[in-house]
Structure formats: structure tokens, C-alpha cells
């Protein structure tokens, strides 16, 4: 009996391990949980670097795509703004206070500054409001109204180079379809340089006005209904919540919008060169025109040109920096 005690004293119970075999035993499934640790956070660092590379095979053709059509070309410019660069002849070397000292004294550059200013407030003012008032008027949906805005959208379609062609005819002293109404009238639509700038904004309100609609439209079905509801709930009036609910709601659009308007119009060219030739007597020529014409007509010379751009794309970022500005402005407020 006493034999058999100290036997089973000496040997452990079943499932139970002894100091050092505890010791083997934890250590292997401690060992394989950090190896599978190791293998997991390998694999996940993989997956991202795949990820990423995929994301920049992704965006590669469009920063391509800038880098070709946007950052090339306007270091090109800054070069050339900046050096005697006569067309035929190439670059001359270095002459950079020279050449923006002879662009803003050339003898158009403020009369097309002046005219590019009124011609940006005119379309802007227009084509935002006519936006608008089109949006409004288009804002509920039906069979109607769906062909509305599809008839007042297509003009969209056409781009700008031939409907300037198109009202070139219309506006045609000889050939166009009210020549002989205008004659009688003794009235010409590109005649003086009010009736021009008047007969191009035309032009421009007619091709424009549906896409600033549609811009419009997007920004009024973004307004929750709830908010008309509880207006007329209130009582308010049409123009009360025109005025205190859809104007505010309706800020970031109109940003948008104007932005978009004010730098088009800024950097007008087709339509002017189309229709009026910058005539009668250069009334109608725009900044853009002035840089085509220093480049490749009369003088020839990129260096001036050039140092014209700048210029202009100093303006136009200002411009939209103090537009931006002004509405974040209103809008903290």
C-alpha cells in the first residue's frame, strides 16, 4: 500500500504537464499566433502597396493629361514672357522687364481691359439671372416642363464656333434673314460697338442660358421640400421664401455659377473674332483677341504676347480668389 501511495505520488495526474513541459507547450501556440500576426500585418502592408499603385495607375492619364495640356504649356508661356520671342524666328534670349512694360502700353491693352469688364458684367448679370429665373421656371417635373428644358438645353449642344457662325449669318447685312427689316430701319446689329456688344451677348445668353439653368435646376431640387412646406405653413409669401429660404440655400450654387460665368466671359475670344473682327474701329476687342492679335498678326512677337497671358491669368486668378472669398464670406455669416 505504501509502495503504491508514493508510485502515484510520483506519478502526475492525467492532463497535468510538469514545469518544464508547461513551458514547451505554451510557447508553440504563442509562437504560431505571432507568426500568423507577422503573415497578416505582411500581407495587409502588401495589399495596400497594390492599392496604392493601382490608384496611381488610375490617376497617371489624368496628371498626364495636366501635365501635357496645362503645366508644360504655361511654364512655355512664363518662358516666353519673360524672352524676345519673335514668331518666325524662336527664342532670342532673355527680356523680361521689356516685354510687359510694352504690353500694358500698347495702345488697345486698356481699351480691351475696359471692354472685357463690360462685356463680363453684362453676361454675368444676364445669364445668372436667366438661369435662374429658367430653373424656376422648370423646377417642378412634368411631360411639359421635360420638354422645356430639353428645348431650352439644346442650344447647349452647339458649340460656340459654329452658332457664332450661325448668328454671323442671322446678323448678315446681305444674306441674313432680316436685312431687308434692318435696312428699312436703318439699324445694323454689328455696326456700332453698343449694337455689337449687344447682338454677341445675344448670342451668348442664347447658347449659355440653358446650361446655367440646368446648373440652376440642380441646385433648387437640392433644397429638402420640407423647407417650402414649413414656409407656407408660416404663411410666407412666394417672394418672402424666395428671398429668406431658396437665395441662401441656393449660395453655393450661385458661387458655382458665377465663377464659371465670370472666368468664360474673361477669356471671350470666338464669338467676338467670329461676328465682329474686334471692329467697328477695335470697340469690340477683347483681351484674349489682343493676345492673338500681338502674336500672329502685325506684331509677331510671343515675348509681348506671352507677357500678355501672365498678365491676364494673374487678373483671373485674383478675380475668382475675391469672388470665392466674398461668398465664403456670406456664407459664414
Known sequence: MIARLQGARQRPATGTLLPHQKGSSMSAPTAAIRAGATRRTAGASRASRRKSWRGFGYALPNALFVIGLFVLPLLLVLQMSASRWPLLSGNQGWNFPANFTKAVTHRLFADSVV???????????????????L????????RWKGFLRTSILLPSALGLASASLLFYVLYSPIAGPFAETMQSLGISFLGTPTMALLSTTFLIVWRYAGFYMLLMLVGLQGIPSDVFEAART?????WQTFRHITLPLLKPTLALTTVMCVTGSLLAFEQFYILTKGGPDNSTITVVQLIYSVAFQGQNDLGVAGALSVIALIALVVINAVQLRAFAKDKDE
Open 234 to 238: 408660416d404663411g410666407a409669401s412666394v
Open 135 to 142: 430653373g424656376l421656371l422648370v423646377q417642378e417635373s412634368s
Open 115 to 133: 471692354f472685357t469688364l463690360k462685356y463680363t458684367l453684362l453676361a454675368t448679370v444676364l445669364l445668372i439671372l436667366i438661369g435662374l429665373g
